[in-house]
């Protein structure tokens, strides 16, 4: 949620809810192990899921400024906190970033630094020690080294287990969403491929920036994005007929516009629509012309054949009030339209 702090224009940020965990902790050393009481006047409760969180992560000021938004329950203005963590403005917006990515920090509202889409940094290189040492102390990630190698049929190799690593600890993709994520590009890899080829680890890492700059950072987060992909999938054999697109398999540039048209809540006659006027006005289709007709109907709200048509036809009623002529033309059927629309017809029904 947005809100307005105590001085005017400074934005303001809420934390996600999180469960109450306990109030006390342990921190081992080589030497040895203490434990400690912290006594608080008032107590603040920290989920255990975000405490992993940052811990895996290790950015420090990530972890002042979400400790400064839970002292001052769930609210942060950024001067405060330039002033109490003795940060610059952009290590407090870099924080803020940081803390997004990681799925701990929501907001509406935000100022145009917060806009702008959320470019997360380059997985670190982990060195050979790092990753043994990870597979050795943390049992949900060596369980997970051992998920993915059985899902793409191989023993990873060193990339891919940084890649891997990375996705895990610096991006703050949990296990759980990490292993749906790495089943779903599996799956769809072999239904586009054949049985027995599976994607690069390079493909599940850019997938993997997707998913966290997209918030996907749970299981019912990541199984609602696959459901949708899988409806999505189901809808492109029948926008092929529409489109009069005969060969077996779309080329990826094919397949992004399909998939953004159907991202952007336009149903298939209403892309077929688009399609028609395109190959009138063009002779072929032309997939960024009938991207910008898709664009201009959405920029009006309107996303199916009948609110497009109730929306042009209303125009063009007030067009032909202009002149006599048009309002005498207008009473006879425009064969133009009549064989447009059986001619949808005909592609939808796979004629």
């Given at each position: 949620?947005?809100?307005?702090?105590?001085?005017?224009?400074?934005p303001?940020?809420?934390?996600q809810?999180?469960?109450?965990?306990h109030?006390?902790?342990k921190?081992?050393?080589p030497?040895?192990?203490?434990?400690f009481?912290?006594?608080?006047?008032?107590?603040?409760?920290?989920?255990?899921?975000?405490?992993?969180?940052l811990?895996?992560r290790?950015?420090?000021?990530?972890?002042?400024?979400y400790?400064?938004?839970?002292?001052?329950?769930?609210?942060l203005c950024?001067?405060?906190?330039?002033?109490?963590?003795?940060?610059?403005?952009?290590?407090?917006?870099?924080a803020i970033?940081?803390l997004?990515?990681?799925?701990l920090?929501?907001?509406?509202?935000?100022?145009?630094?917060?806009?702008?889409?959320?470019?997360?940094?380059?997985?670190?290189?982990?060195?050979?020690?790092?990753?043994e040492?990870?597979?050795q102390?943390?049992?949900?990630f060596s369980?997970?080294?051992?998920?993915?190698?059985?899902?793409?049929g191989?023993?990873?190799?060193?990339?891919d287990?940084n890649?891997?690593m990375g996705?895990?600890?610096?991006?703050?993709?949990p296990?759980?969403?990490?292993?749906?994520l790495?089943?779903?590009?599996?799956?769809?890899?072999?239904?586009?491929?054949?049985?027995?080829?599976?994607?690069?680890m390079?493909?599940?890492?850019?997938?993997a920036?997707?998913?966290?700059?997209?918030g996907i950072l749970?299981?019912?987060?990541?199984?609602?994005?696959?459901?949708?992909r899988?409806?999505?999938?189901?809808q492109?054999?029948?926008?092929?007929?529409?489109?009069?697109?005969?060969?077996?398999?779309?080329?990826?540039?094919?397949?992004?516009?399909?998939?953004?048209?159907l991202?952007?809540?336009f149903?298939?006659?209403?892309i077929?629509?688009a399609?028609?006027?395109?190959?009138?006005a063009?002779?072929?289709?032309?997939?960024?012309?009938?991207?910008?007709?898709?664009?201009?109907?959405?920029?009006?709200?309107?996303y199916?054949?009948?609110a497009?048509?109730?929306?042009?036809g209303?125009?063009?009623?007030m067009?032909?009030?202009?002149?006599?002529?048009?309002?005498?033309?207008?009473?006879?059927?425009?064969r133009?339209?009549?064989?447009?629309?059986?001619?949808?017809l005909?592609?939808?029904d796979?004629?």
């Open positions: 949620m947005y809100c307005r702090g105590d001085r005017p224009g400074r303001c940020y809420h934390l809810n999180h469960t109450p965990t109030h006390h902790q921190r081992n050393t030497m040895e192990e203490r434990q009481h912290l006594p608080d006047q008032e107590t603040h409760f920290i989920s255990g899921h975000a405490l992993g969180k811990l895996r290790a950015d420090g000021n990530a972890t002042l400024v400790l400064y938004i839970l002292q001052k329950k769930g609210k950024i001067a405060g906190a330039m002033e109490s963590l003795r940060l610059s403005e952009q290590e407090v917006y870099d970033s940081v997004s990515t990681l799925g920090l929501s907001g509406a509202g935000q100022s145009r630094k917060q806009q702008e889409p959320l470019e997360v940094e380059e997985i670190p290189q982990y060195t050979v020690a790092d990753i040492q990870t597979m102390s943390d049992p949900p369980s997970l080294v051992k998920e993915v190698g059985g899902i793409l191989k023993v990873l190799t060193t990339p287990l890649a891997l996705i895990y600890l610096h991006l703050g993709l296990p759980e969403v990490i292993y749906q790495v089943s779903h590009l599996n799956r769809e890899h072999q239904d586009k491929y054949g049985i027995g080829k599976h994607p690069t390079r493909g599940i890492e850019k997938m920036y997707l998913w966290a700059r997209d749970t299981l019912d987060a990541a199984m609602a994005h696959i459901d949708r899988r409806a999505q999938q189901s492109i054999g029948q926008m092929k007929k529409a489109l009069d697109l005969k060969q077996d398999k779309l080329t990826p540039t094919q397949e992004k516009y399909l998939y953004h048209w991202e952007m809540g149903d298939i006659e209403a077929a629509l399609y028609d006027k395109t190959v009138v063009t002779g072929k289709l032309n997939w960024n012309y009938c991207n910008s007709i898709l664009t201009n109907w959405r920029q009006k709200n309107i199916t054949l009948d497009i048509e109730k929306a042009e209303g125009d063009r009623q067009g032909k009030k202009a002149t006599k002529k048009q309002v005498t033309q207008s009473s006879a059927p425009d133009q339209e009549i064989a447009r629309r059986q001619r949808l005909d592609q939808m796979g004629k």
